[in-house]
Every structure is written in structure tokens, then in C-alpha cells.
């Protein structure tokens, strides 16, 4: 007989990781914040609210 063929571990759908500040990856639940997905997400954040404080700022004017 071959090997047992165990089932893959659960992994969450990619926009879980959007919105949430647990790391999955790293195995450390507790903000670990150095995840290349989270970093790329507050990048991504960064950018949003420098676009939205322009607008404010031109609105003003």
C-alpha cells in the first residue's frame, strides 16, 4: 500500500488578510507586521489617503 494521503490545512480566501491584523503566515497572531502582504496593503492604504487629503486640500482652494 503507498502513503496516506493527508488533507491540506484550511487556508482563509485572500481578501481575509485584507482587513485583518493577524498574521496567517507567520504562524503569529499578534501583529507581527511584517508580512510582505501586509506590507503591500499599508502601502496601498498610504496611497488611498494621500489621494483623498489632495482632494481635500483642492477642495479648500
Known sequence: M???KRK???QPPWW???DNDNCWFCKNRNNCGGCKLLKR????ERKRRRKVNLRKLLEEY
Do not use: H, N, V, Y
Not at 496593503?41 to 496601498?44: D, G, P, V
Open 16 to 18: 481575509w488578510e485584507l
Open 2 to 4: 503507498g502513503k496516506a
Open 8 to 10: 491540506m490545512r484550511p
Open 41 to 44: 496593503q499599508r502601502a496601498k
